[in-house]
C-alpha cells in the first residue's frame, strides 16, 4: 500500500487527522519581500518593536514596513507590485480576498498593477482614498511624516485613478499629476513628470516584461512568479503538466536545503530561501526529480492559489530528539499542515494536487512514503530555532537511518531560540542615543543592486532632520541611527514641498497602530512646541550652563578676592 500512496491519492478519501472545524485559518492571500537595496524593517501587528527583516520574507494584513535612509525596497503581492524609496512607511491594512488596502503616512511609494485583481487596490493617505481603477503605474508621495498640512502628490505614469475625500470625488488619467491638501481644501493638476525614483521603479518592471511569459502556468495572484521566467525554464511533462526548471542551482542543490527556517505567525516555522525567485516554488506547488533535473509543478491552475509555509513533511523520533529534518512533497501528496486549521483549509491548500479529499490520515507514514524521500535534509535542533542557514549546517545520517522515522504532526516541542534583533529606524523624539544590538543577518547570496551616490554627511546628532534634496539629486548616504525605535516611531516636520512632481523626502517612519483597518498616526509623547516645531538636540527649552564656565567664574572671583586682600580694599565694587 505505501508504494501505491503516491499515485493513488487523487482517487483516494481520506482521514482529517488534527484539522478542526472550528480553527481559525492562517491567510490565504500574502506578499513578499522581493527585493532590498539597503536596511528594510518590519513591524507585526502583535510586535512591541520594529525588526530587521530580509528578502523572501512573508508580509500578511496589519504588518507595517519602513525603508531606512539611502534604502528602496519592494513588495509583491500577486501581480501587485509596491517599490518604497528611501525613509518610507507602508502599512497594509487589509490583504485578502477582499482586495488590497494600503497606507501610505510618509515617503514615496510606486504602484504597478500588471492587472486589476480581486477586490482591488486601495491606498489611504492624508488626502483621502486612492482607488487604482486600472493595471498602470502610480507615483503617491505622502511627504516629511509630523508636518500637519503638508499637501499629498499623485502621478499617474499609466492607468487611471480615483481620488475620494471630503469635497467628493475626482479622477485622475494616464500623464496627469495632483496635489493635494489635507482634506482637500486644495487641489491642483497638471502633467505628470517621473521621477528617478520612477525610473528606477520602471527599470524593474521592464526586466520583468522582458522574461518570457507565464501566463497559463500559473494564476496572476500567485505571490512570487515574477522571477521565474528570468531564472528558470518551463517546459511540459505529460505526467504533470506544466513544470518549472531552475537553471542556475549547485550540483548538490535540492528544495528546502538553501535558506533558513524562521518562525513567523500566524503559521509558525515557515521556510525562507535565499534565492531571489525562491518564493512561489516554496510556498506552492510540488517538487521532483524530471528528465535527471530538479522540476517545480505549480499543479492545476487555481485562481487564488492558498499560500503554505514550506510545502515539506517533517521526520524525526521523539520530542526530546536533537535533530529534525523535512522531504520536499512530490506531485499529488497530501501537505499535512503542522499548524491548526479547519477541514476546509486543507482541501484549499492540497486542491491543486490533490483531489476528492475528504479527510488526510498521518498515522504510520514514514519517509519512505514520498517520491522525494533521497532528498531528506537533517539539522540539529539548535540550527533550525536559530535561524542558521542550512545548507552549511546539513548532519550526514547513514543509509537506512531515515527509513523508518515516522513523520511529525506538528512542531510544538521547536520554539525560536532568541526574540527577532529590534531593527535600526529613527529613535524617538527626545531619547537619548542608546548602543545598537546588531540585527539578524537574513540570507541573500545575490550581488546587491549599487547604492545611490553618497553625498558628505554632517556627524550625526539625535534628531537633527536632514533637508529635502531637489530632484534629480542622489540618495544620500545616512548614518545607521544609534537605538532601536518604539513600535510607533514619532517623525519629525520638514518644510512641504513645492514642486508637483514629488521629491524624495528626507522624514522619519510615522507607524500607524495596527492592526486597525483605518489606524490614525498617534504621536508619541515628546514635548511639541508648536505645530510646526523645529528639531531641538536638547529636551531642554534653556540649555544649561557648561561645567566649564562654572569653573572660569569661580577662579575670576577668587583672583579679585586676592588683588582686593593685598590692596585692602575688601570692598571693590
Known amino acids: 500500500m505505501k508504494a501505491a500512496l503516491p499515485t493513488a491519492l487523487c482517487a483516494l478519501t481520506l482521514l482529517l487527522a488534527g484539522a478542526t472545524t472550528a480553527a481559525a485559518d492562517p491567510p490565504s492571500r500574502v506578499g513578499r519581500i522581493s527585493d532590498i537595496e539597503g536596511s528594510l524593517s518590519i513591524h507585526h501587528a502583535e510586535g512591541a518593536q520594529w525588526e530587521a527583516t530580509g528578502l523572501n520574507y512573508p508580509v500578511i494584513a496589519g504588518d507595517s514596513l519602513w525603508t531606512a535612509p539611502s534604502t528602496r525596497a ?8 509596491i517599490r518604497m524609496d528611501q525613509t518610507t512607511e507602508v502599512d497594509l491594512a487589509r490583504l485578502g480576498e477582499a482586495g488590497a488596502q494600503l497606507r501610505v503616512d510618509a515617503g514615496t511609494v510606486n504602484l504597478s498593477l500588471a492587472y486589476l485583481p480581486p477586490g482591488g487596490v486601495e491606498v489611504i493617505t492624508a488626502a483621502g482614498m486612492l482607488q487604482l481603477v486600472q493595471p498602470g503605474d ?3 508621495d505622502a511627504g516629511a511624516a509630523g508636518a500637519p498640512g503638508q499637501p499629498v502628490q499623485i502621478g499617474v505614469i499609466s492607468g487611471d485613478a480615483r481620488l475620494s475625500g471630503s469635497q467628493g470625488t475626482f479622477a485622475l488619467h494616464t500623464g496627469q499629476a495632483a496635489q493635494i491638501g489635507q482634506a482637500m481644501a486644495t487641489l491642483t493638476l497638471g502633467p505628470y513628470s517621473p521621477s528617478p525614483f520612477d525610473a528606477w521603479a520602471m527599470n524593474r518592471v521592464q526586466q520583468e516584461q522582458a522574461a518570457p511569459a507565464v501566463a497559463g502556468y500559473t494564476s496572476p495572484d500567485m505571490t512570487g512568479v515574477q522571477d521565474l521566467a528570468a531564472n528558470g525554464q518551463w517546459s511540459q ?13 549547485a550540483p548538490d542543490w535540492a528544495p528546502y536545503r538553501f535558506g533558513h527556517w524562521a518562525f513567523v505567525a500566524p503559521w509558525g516555522w515557515t521556510w525562507i530561501d535565499d534565492a531571489r525567485w525562491g518564493f512561489a516554488p516554496f510556498h506552492y506547488g510540488r517538487w521532483v526529480q524530471w528528465n535527471g533535473r530538479w522540476a517545480w509543478c505549480p499543479g492545476h491552475l487555481e485562481e487564488r492559489p492558498v499560500y503554505a509555509p ?3 513533511a517533517f521526520i524525526g523520533g521523539s520530542a526530546d530528539a536533537l535533530s529534525i529534518g523535512w522531504v520536499p512533497l512530490g506531485p499529488r501528496e497530501v501537505f499535512h499542515p503542522y499548524y491548526p486549521v479547519s477541514e476546509t483549509y486543507v482541501r484549499a491548500i492540497n486542491v491543486a494536487h490533490v483531489t476528492n479529499i475528504t479527510q488526510v490520515n498521518v498515522t504510520n507514514v514514514t519517509v519512505n512514503t514520498y517520491v522525494n524521500q533521497h532528498a531528506v535534509t537533517v539539522v540539529s535542533n539548535n540550527n533550525f530555532t536559530a535561524a542558521q542557514p542550512v545548507g552549511r549546517n546539513m548532519l550526514a545520517t547513514p543509509a537506512g537511518h531515515l527509513a523508518q522515522a515516522p513523520v511529525l504532526t506538528n512542531l510544538a516541542h521547536l520554539t525560536p531560540a532568541s526574540a527577532p534583533a529590534p531593527a535600526a529606524a529613527p529613535v524617538h523624539m527626545g531619547a537619548a542615543p542608546q548602543p545598537q544590538p546588531q540585527p539578524q543577518p537574513q540570507p541573500q547570496p545575490q550581488a546587491p543592486h549599487p547604492q545611490p551616490a553618497a553625498v558628505p554627511q554632517p556627524a550625526p546628532q539625535p534628531y537633527v532632520q536632514p533637508a529635502a534634496r531637489p ?3 542622489p540618495a544620500p548616504q545616512a548614518a545607521a541611527p544609534s537605538s532601536p525605535p518604539p513600535a510607533h516611531p514619532q517623525p519629525q516636520a520638514v518644510p512641504a514641498p513645492a514642486a508637483v512632481s514629488p521629491p524624495h523626502p528626507q522624514a522619519a517612519p510615522q507607524a500607524a497602530p495596527p492592526p ?12 511639541q512646541a508648536a505645530p510646526h516645531p523645529q528639531p531641538q538636540p536638547q529636551a531642554a527649552p534653556h540649555p544649561q550652563p557648561q561645567p566649564e564656565q562654572h569653573e572660569r567664574e569661580r577662579e575670576r572671583a577668587e583672583h579679585e578676592k586676592r588683588e582686593d586682600h593685598e590692596n585692602g580694599h575688601e570692598n571693590r565694587p
Open 471 to 473: 530632484q534629480g539629486q
Open 74 to 81: 519592494e513588495i509583491q503581492i500577486g501581480a501587485t507590485e
Open 516 to 527: 486597525a483597518p483605518h489606524p490614525q498616526p498617534q504621536p508619541q509623547p515628546a514635548p
Open 237 to 249: 511533462s505529460p505526467d504533470y503538466g506544466p513544470v518549472w526548471i531552475p537553471t542556475a542551482v
Open 310 to 312: 514550506a510545502l515539506v
Open 138 to 140: 502610480y507615483h503617491i
